[in-house]
C-alpha cells in the first residue's frame, strides 16, 4: 500500500514537472528585424505614449489614430516588469523625421510625435497611441505599415518591428518576408477601447527570447 502511494507521488510530480516543461516551451521569441537607417538622430521634446498629441502643438494629426496595447513576456509565460520601449515610425504619409529620409516627397507632420520611450509596468502591459504609419518605396520595393521598437528587458534586448493584420503590401515585403515567425510580428485587431472609441486597437505581445 505504502509503495503503491509512492509511486503514484512520483508520478504525480512527473506529471506536474512535465506539464511545467511544456509550458515553458509554449512561448517562441518573437522575430528580431532590421533596427532600419532611421533611428531617431534627435529625440522629440515630447516623447510620451500618445504619439498623437505634440506638446505645445495646436494643430490635429493627420492620419488615422490607433491604439496599441500588448505585455512583454519572457519565453515561460511571465510578465517582463520595467521593460523599457522605443518605437518610432514614418508618419501617414510615409515620412520619418529624420534628416535621412530624403526618398519621400511626403511632408512633415508637425502635429505627430514619430517617438516615444515607455515602460512596462510590473504586469508586463504596455499602451500607446500613435497614427497607422503609410507604406512607402524604398529601392526595388515599397514597405508594408510597420512601427519599430528597440526593447530592452533585465538582461535581453530584442530589435524588431510590428506590422498590421491584412495589409496588401505584406505578401511581397522583404523584411516582413524573413520574419520567423512571421505571425509573431504582425499585430491582431481588437475591440477599440471603451475610453477611446474613435481610435481603431491592436493587441501585440512581444516575447523575449531572454527576458
Same mark, same amino acid.
Given at each position: 500500500?505504502?509503495?503503491s502511494?509512492?509511486?503514484?507521488?512520483?508520478?504525480?510530480?512527473?506529471l506536474?514537472?512535465?506539464?511545467?516543461?511544456?509550458?515553458?516551451?509554449?512561448?517562441?521569441?518573437?522575430?528580431?528585424?532590421?533596427?532600419?537607417?532611421?533611428?531617431?538622430?534627435?529625440?522629440?521634446?515630447?516623447?510620451?505614449?500618445?504619439?498623437?498629441?505634440?506638446?505645445?502643438?495646436?494643430? /490635429?494629426?493627420?492620419?488615422?489614430?490607433? =491604439?496599441? %496595447? $500588448? @505585455?512583454?513576456?519572457?519565453?515561460? +509565460?511571465?510578465?517582463?516588469? &520595467? !521593460? /523599457?520601449?522605443?518605437?518610432?515610425?514614418? =508618419?501617414? %504619409? $510615409? @515620412?520619418?523625421?529624420?534628416?535621412? +529620409?530624403?526618398?519621400?516627397? &511626403? !511632408?512633415?507632420?508637425?502635429?505627430?510625435?514619430?517617438?516615444?520611450a515607455?515602460?512596462?509596468?510590473?504586469?508586463?502591459?504596455?499602451?500607446?497611441?500613435?497614427?497607422?504609419?503609410?507604406?512607402?518605396?524604398?529601392?526595388?520595393?515599397?514597405?508594408?505599415p510597420?512601427?519599430?521598437?528597440?526593447?530592452?528587458?533585465?538582461?535581453?534586448?530584442?530589435?524588431?518591428?510590428?506590422?498590421?493584420?491584412?495589409?496588401?503590401?505584406?505578401?511581397?515585403?522583404?523584411?516582413?518576408?524573413?520574419?520567423?515567425?512571421?505571425q509573431s510580428?504582425?499585430?491582431?485587431?481588437?475591440?477599440?477601447?471603451?475610453?477611446?472609441?474613435?481610435?481603431?486597437?491592436?493587441?501585440w505581445?512581444?516575447?523575449?527570447?531572454?527576458?
Amino acid at each position: 500500500m505504502q509503495l503503491s502511494r509512492r509511486h503514484a507521488i512520483i508520478g504525480a510530480t512527473a506529471l506536474v514537472g512535465t506539464a511545467v516543461a511544456a509550458r515553458a516551451q509554449q512561448l517562441v521569441p518573437t522575430s528580431s528585424q532590421d533596427l532600419g537607417p532611421f533611428y531617431p538622430v534627435l529625440r522629440p521634446r515630447d516623447s510620451d505614449a500618445d504619439l498623437t498629441r505634440v506638446r505645445g502643438a495646436r494643430g /490635429t494629426v493627420r492620419g488615422t489614430p490607433i =491604439n496599441v %496595447v $500588448g @505585455r512583454i513576456l519572457d519565453r515561460r +509565460d511571465n510578465p517582463v516588469r &520595467g !521593460a /523599457t520601449i522605443e518605437l518610432w515610425q514614418a =508618419n501617414a %504619409v $510615409g @515620412r520619418y523625421d529624420h534628416p535621412g +529620409d530624403t526618398r519621400s516627397a &511626403g !511632408a512633415l507632420d508637425p502635429n505627430f510625435q514619430g517617438y516615444a520611450a515607455i515602460t512596462t509596468d510590473r504586469d508586463g502591459n504596455f499602451k500607446f497611441r500613435t497614427i497607422k504609419p503609410g507604406a512607402y518605396k524604398i529601392p526595388g520595393d515599397m514597405r508594408t505599415p510597420h512601427i519599430h521598437l528597440d526593447i530592452k528587458g533585465r538582461s535581453g534586448r530584442l530589435v524588431t518591428q510590428m506590422y498590421f493584420p491584412g495589409e496588401p503590401l505584406n505578401d511581397s515585403d522583404l523584411l516582413l518576408r524573413n520574419a520567423s515567425p512571421k505571425q509573431s510580428v504582425i499585430a491582431r485587431a481588437i475591440d477599440r477601447l471603451s475610453g477611446d472609441p474613435g481610435a481603431a486597437a491592436y493587441g501585440w505581445d512581444v516575447v523575449l527570447a531572454v527576458g
